[in-house]
Nanobody
Framework: QFQLVQSGGGLVQPGGSLRLSCAAS????????IGWFRQAPGKEREGVSC?????STKDSVKGRFTISRDNAKNTVYLQMNNLNFEDTAVYYC???????????????????WGQGTQVTVSS
């Protein structure tokens, strides 16, 4: 059964760091992309970062968020540093079959979604 299981959210003070994890299982694609997205209260879901099966990445929060992966664990991570109040949101990972060299972080391009994890930045 296809699954994306997320972990790692929580409450953090401004300037702090968190690492989110997204463990994927049950898929057999050779080429795919995994993306991170977030949705703040009252706002649309927006793309944060993505990584392809080939290792190419794309980021919208440059300089503070970094996407990485552990192929042996089929897990993708989102390291978030220097968090601020505007980063408060539910964060989702998602996966899609993807053969292009560069991924995109557009909600409509992704087919399967994780359960979401809350990240709250508060003092």
């Amino acid at each position: 059964q296809f699954q994306l299981v997320q972990s790692g959210g929580g409450l953090v003070q401004p300037g702090g760091s968190l690492r989110l994890s997204c463990a994927a299982s049950g898929f057999t694609w050779d080429y795919y992309a995994i993306g991170w997205f977030r949705q703040a209260p009252g706002k649309e879901r927006e793309g944060v970062s993505c990584i392809t099966s080939g290792g190419s990445t794309k980021d919208s929060v440059k300089g503070r968020f970094t996407i990485s992966r552990d192929n042996a664990k089929n897990t993708v991570y989102l390291q978030m540093n220097n968090l601020n109040f505007e980063d408060t949101a539910v964060y989702y990972c998602a996966i899609t079959q993807w053969v292009q060299a560069m991924c995109v972080i557009e909600v409509g391009e992704y087919d399967f979604w994780g359960q979401g994890t809350q990240v709250t930045v508060s003092s």
